[in-house]
């Protein structure tokens, strides 16, 4: 079907994205915004906006009846739930289709199987993509756990079976702390997820995180590329970039084809994202989740490859096929990206709500700022920090470090405190600069950063 009037299931700078790819394919949109978010930028450039409820997300972004009626209220025939929130609810995808609405997304049944990470490690494994050892399946109680760890050997990471965003995680390098750590992780799944399910997986140590995008129509697969998003707080990206300048043509050309296998696999339908881990010293890669749904950090890949993702996922709902073939996928250059957070890197990254007094973004063809933000908007507390995130382009990754430092000194955000001086501080970063860092080199540069560390700082 055409698609001719979309529903925003979101917020943020995700919502001010899709309705920018929707304009571009002549499609109209209705954006839905809670009673905190009525100034949204959002809500200015849609067509249209409903207020779907208070400021809590669960009375509003996250009550997917109430999203559903508002959308067919509105005379919508398609929701796009965006990241976060119902995102990889395969109810609310359900919920959107049985009432004749298309779900700009995979089917109910792939987000289901894949959004339990479990689930998709079986799945990796049927379709022989190498995976992290780990517990088979869901573990049911503590006790499970400890005979899956002891099997594994430790250190394990205890890991939530549903969602994502660095939630329901931690590590246990004993029994003890696996013990104590397992229901903190439980807790914590089933609050942010509605889903307590634990399963374990071995740590693999200094470990980079790579990242293949990939794109179906439900019948045929391809991937755009990967990326790296090594640079994590709290297992939450940061910095992330593509191509990954770790990986050699051959292990690209194997982990890439490894992603479109288990996407075809399961009749992947839009855009989603297979998260790796690679053990740069061995060269082996494993397959840990994957993400039903378009990611935070997709423009990077849409600087190499120039195909606009979020306009290919409309399309490919509204019952076209893929926009190009594999071949016809081709990357030019390094692309970089980093996350602008209402947070104060300075005091321990607390959150800093606050009204945008100045805000001057630099601009040129190949700089771009994805944002939610203007002057005189005050950024609500109820919600993700994130205020935007800016993208470099360059011909090389020296190139695009060099841009992304520049693009960050011409970057002025005043009236709340951002993570742009982290974000100076790390371009400016030898180690960064010459591709040293992993999935724990954040955690522990920042904790001997007197800038960054307040407790190393009053020393």
């Known amino acids: 079907m055409t698609i001719r009037r979309l529903f925003v299931a979101n917020r943020g700078e995700i919502a001010v994205r899709i309705i ?53 209220k509105a005379g919508c025939d398609a929701v796009h739930p965006g990241y976060g929130f119902l995102s990889e609810n395969a109810e609310f995808a359900e919920m959107v289709e049985s009432f004749g609405m298309v779900f700009v997304g995979p089917k109910a049944d792939t987000i289901r199987r894949m959004g339990d990470k479990a689930a ?84 693999i140590g200094n470990a980079r995180h790579i990242e293949v995008q990939i794109l179906g129509d439900g019948t045929r697969s391809i991937h755009c590329f990967e990326r ?19 990986l050699d043509e051959a292990t690209r050309a194997r982990l890439c084809a490894s992603a479109v296998a288990l996407a075809e696999s399961v009749g992947y339908r839009g855009a989603g994202t297979l998260e790796y881990l690679y053990d740069e010293p061995t060269g082996a890669f494993y397959f840990i989740e994957m993400n ?46 980093v996350r602008i957070n209402a947070e104060d890197p300075a005091a321990g990254f607390l959150p800093s709500p606050g009204t945008v007094e ?50 960050l000194e011409g970057f002025t955000v005043t009236g709340l405190k951002t993570t742009v001086p982290l974000h100076k501080a790390l371009a400016a970063d030898p180690d960064v600069r010459a591709g040293r860092a992993h999935t724990r080199f954040l955690e522990s540069w920042l904790a001997g950063n007197p800038a960054f560390n307040p407790q190393k700082a009053a020393q």
């Open 228 to 246: 790296e998003c090594s640079l994590q707080r709290r297992r939450q990206k940061v910095w992330e970039e593509a191509p990954a300048a770790c």
């Open 292 to 337: 039903t749904r378009i990611q935070v950090e997709h423009p990077v890949t849409e600087m190499i490859t120039g195909i606009d993702l979020v306009a290919a996922m409309i399309r490919i709902a509204g019952g076209e096929p893929l926009p190009v073939t594999q071949d016809q996928v081709t990357r030019t250059g390094h692309a970089i990206e």
């Open 358 to 407: 100045r805000l001057s973004v630099p601009a040129g063809p190949e700089v771009r700022f994805d944002g939610m933000i203007y002057e005189g908007y005050t950024v609500p507390p109820f919600y993700d920090s994130l205020l935007g995130k800016l993208i470099v382009h360059g011909a090389t990754r020296d190139e695009a470090i060099d841009r992304m430092a520049a693009a």
């Open 120 to 203: 998709a490690r079986e799945a990796a494994i049927a379709a022989g993509v190498p995976v992290v050892p780990g517990s088979q399946g869901r573990v049911a109680d503590v006790d499970a756990a400890l005979a899956a760890a002891e099997a594994i050997g430790y250190p394990v990471m205890i890991k939530a079976a549903a969602g994502g965003g660095g939630r329901g995680i931690r590590i246990a390098e004993t029994p003890d702390e696996l013990r104590r750590l397992a229901p903190q992780a439980q807790s914590e799944a089933q609050a942010a997820f509605g889903d307590g399910g634990l399963y374990l997986e071995r740590v």
């Open 20 to 72: 920018r790819a929707a304009r571009s394919l002549g499609i109209e949109t209705v954006q839905a915004y809670s009673e905190a978010d009525r100034d949204m930028l959002a809500v200015k450039l849609a067509d249209e906006a409903v207020c779907v409820g208070r400021p809590a997300a669960r009375h509003s972004y996250l009550d997917a009846a109430g999203l559903v009626a508002a959308a067919r």
